[in-house]
């Protein structure tokens, strides 16, 4: 029992951690790349989700769930449909970006790189799950 309770606090810990490590590249990225100030506000702003999110383990029920080891049938279901939403998003998103960018007589390259990637990774999964179930 004490090893699962272990367990379960590490994955609770790890997520806002991770959003710490990412805000520390962003830093280190934009100071490198000399925008100190973007940097820092990116910082910023993900040490401030972090510390939300450490918050919230502490009384979310829902945000508990979903950084169990083994979640329930009900936390798995609702982190496959955040999943499926921020992929949905992210991809339109791309997708507009791609679009404008060509509208306004330039490339597009990083969004058609990202938009591409979105099309072949979601055909993978469907093929690998399909033959998985």
């Known amino acids: 029992m004490r090893a699962q309770q272990m367990t ?3 994955a609770r810990r790890s997520v806002p951690g991770f959003f710490l490590a990412v805000g520390i590249a962003c830093l280190t990225a934009a100071a490198v790349g000399g925008r100190l100030a973007l940097g820092l506000v ?35 279901r609702i982190g496959a449909w955040a999943w499926a939403g921020t992929g949905i998003v992210l991809t339109v998103g791309n997708l507009s970006a791609f679009i404008g960018e060509l509208a306004s007589g330039r490339s ?13 990774t979601y055909i993978a999964f469907v093929a690998f799950l399909s033959r998985r179930t």
């Open 8 to 10: 379960s606090n590490t």
């Open 42 to 76: 990116t910082f910023g702003i993900l040490a401030v989700c972090s510390l939300a999110l450490v918050l919230l383990g502490r009384r979310s029920e829902t945000y508990q769930g979903l950084t169990e080891k083994a979640p329930d049938e009900r936390f798995a």
């Open 108 to 120: 597009g390259d990083p969004y058609f790189w990202f938009v591409a990637t979105a099309a072949i």
